[in-house]
């Protein structure tokens, strides 16, 4: 669950980039956060997985108060978040399998549990046949899977994927948010990051909007844009 | 599924990075061993210098000259007791009469000197010194005892072996020290530059609940293998140079008269040396490299 409570953060140049954010997200839920460039989303990803600090407010992840938490306890809390990045990240002197298997060592996982995990995550989506390949010799819409698979792989409650159909065609976009609905339903909690409306509006899922700091709208079923909303 | 401390997967993510960083892995080597080569020959000049002084200083000794009315014997009874002055090490007595044949022995060519007696010197003893620095003391105790008439000593020669001894030794530690710091600022360099490219995996092992240490250990182990080879390849050539030097200066018309240490005699403590060196730049290099890209 995250939970962010009159949320403001001032960056040292003194942009207000939030402005009293209020923001709950329960466990189970598939919501979009969407704004356009500069609206103040990627410092809500930043605050939630702790790169930044914030500046005033309370914001709870997941069981920790980030308000008071040490440097020693945020990898355990990034260990229950799983993140997607728009250009992938994935290491490319490594192949598949040591891209997820890189993830979940990095954890402490034993090779007893890497051999285990990798081929159901890998199976979950779709690429059981290209566990060798390197990310390379793979296509966009394939890398972005392997990322979700990353993100995966150890198990996270939560998965946030800041822009993940930014590099990819129409369909390939579809097909990525199709299969993190599947992982919602299979009972992660997925918060995607985008501002591309029309795929927004294809999905039937709670949206909130945010704009120049502040969330400007927030509704089930609604439609990006304020169309619906 | 965390656990503590896995020992095989550090071990075998660092070797494998020597290798996957190939170029790099060969530039920080390079610059241990340039590193090493000269702290190391630096040290081996000034260990060289100060065993020379150290002979000079063994042969600066005192005469200690004993009174005229004292017989042979009466002037050997006092060994003892100038043994037992601070800072005596060994004492060699001379007769007045070998000390005449010796003087003329020496001056063979001067005939002033054919129609001397027998008692033309004193009977006297020479001094070797622990610790030359006290000359002017021990001097002043051996003329306390009673029967030496007369000690004389080269106080101000004596002093200036000292004092070039211990600028030599000064100079050298702190230009050993400045190149030790300047080895750690070039080795962090090196390392940062490598732990540059592997600013992403560092990013990713960070967004997946890597813990510092976990991030940390790999980087570790390299730097204690590179550290490590680096000071096995710079301990062998500066024995071969050390050799070489050594073998044209023996040769040499003008240095002949120093004398070289061994090099093998010095290896039980030049090896262990440049490996703890070299692990320490090597480590400590990857430390101070990688702490900048942790801050995520």
């Known amino acids: 669950m995250i939970r962010l409570i009159d949320v403001y953060k001032e960056y040292d140049n003194g942009t207000k980039a939030l402005k009293g954010v209020n923001l709950r997200i329960d466990d189970g839920e598939f919501v979009f956060l969407v704004g356009p460039s500069g609206s103040g989303k990627s410092t809500v990803i930043k605050l939630i997985t702790a790169e930044i600090a914030l500046t005033e407010g309370r914001l709870m992840v997941n069981g920790y108060n980030l308000n008071n938490i040490t440097p020693r306890q945020v990898p355990y809390m990034r260990r229950t978040l799983g993140i997607i990045f728009q250009d992938f990240r994935l290491i490319e002197k490594k192949t598949v399998y040591e891209n997820l298997s890189f993830a979940m060592r990095a954890v402490g996982a034993s090779n007893r549990e890497v051999r285990r995990r990798i081929p159901y995550v890998l199976k979950l989506v779709g690429l059981e046949q290209k566990a060798d390949r390197y990310p390379g010799q793979l296509s966009g819409g394939e890398q972005q899977r392997v990322a979700i698979a990353r993100a995966l792989v150890n198990n996270p409650s939560m998965i946030i994927a800041d822009e993940p159909t930014g590099n990819l065609d129409p369909q390939r976009s579809l097909e990525i948010m199709m299969l993190l609905e599947r992982i919602n339903e299979l009972g992660t909690t997925v918060l995607v990051v985008t501002h591309e409306k029309n795929l927004v509006n294809r999905f039937d899922k709670r949206v909130v909007a945010i704009e120049n700091g502040r969330i400007m709208s927030d509704g089930t079923g609604g439609y990006y844009n304020g169309e619906k909303i | ?296």
């Open chain 2, 1 to 296: 599924m965390a656990r503590r401390f896995d020992a095989g997967y550090y071990l075998s993510e660092g070797v494998h990075s020597i290798f996957t960083h190939g170029f790099m892995s060969f530039a920080a080597v390079c610059m241990i061993v340039a590193c090493l080569l000269i702290m190391g020959s630096f040290t081996l000049v000034a260990v060289n210098l100060d065993k020379n002084l150290g002979d000079l200083e063994n042969e600066n000794q005192l005469a200690v000259y004993i009174d005229e009315s004292y017989t042979e014997e009466k002037a050997l009874s006092l060994e003892e007791q100038i043994s037992q002055v601070p800072n005596v090490t060994e004492i060699t007595f001379e007769s007045k009469k070998t000390a005449l044949e010796n003087w003329k022995a020496k001056y063979s060519d001067v005939d002033l000197m054919d129609n001397l007696p027998d008692d033309a010197f004193r009977d006297r003893f020479y001094v070797h010194m622990d610790n030359i620095e006290l000359i002017a003391q021990t001097k002043q105790d051996l003329e306390a005892v009673s029967g030496v008439a007369n000690v004389v000593a080269a106080v101000e020669i004596a002093e200036g072996f000292v004092m070039v001894r211990n600028i030599a030794t000064g100079v050298a530690l702190v230009l050993v020290g400045i190149l030790l710091v300047v080895s750690l600022f070039i080795i962090a360099n090196t390392i940062k530059l490598a732990t540059f490219y592997r600013r992403e995996e560092i990013a990713i092992m960070k967004m997946c609940g890597a813990t510092d240490g976990f991030i940390r250990w790999p980087f570790v182990v390299e730097g204690l293998a590179l550290g490590l080879a680096g000071s096995l390849v710079a301990f062998f050539l500066q024995w071969g140079i050390y050799q070489l030097v050594a073998k044209n200066i023996v040769q040499s018309n003008g240095l002949s008269l120093m004398t070289m240490i061994s090099y093998v005699s010095m290896v039980d403590v030049i090896l262990p040396v440049f490996c703890g060196v070299g692990v320490l730049i090597g480590v400590g290099g990857s430390l101070i490299a990688i702490r900048k890209f942790l801050q995520v």
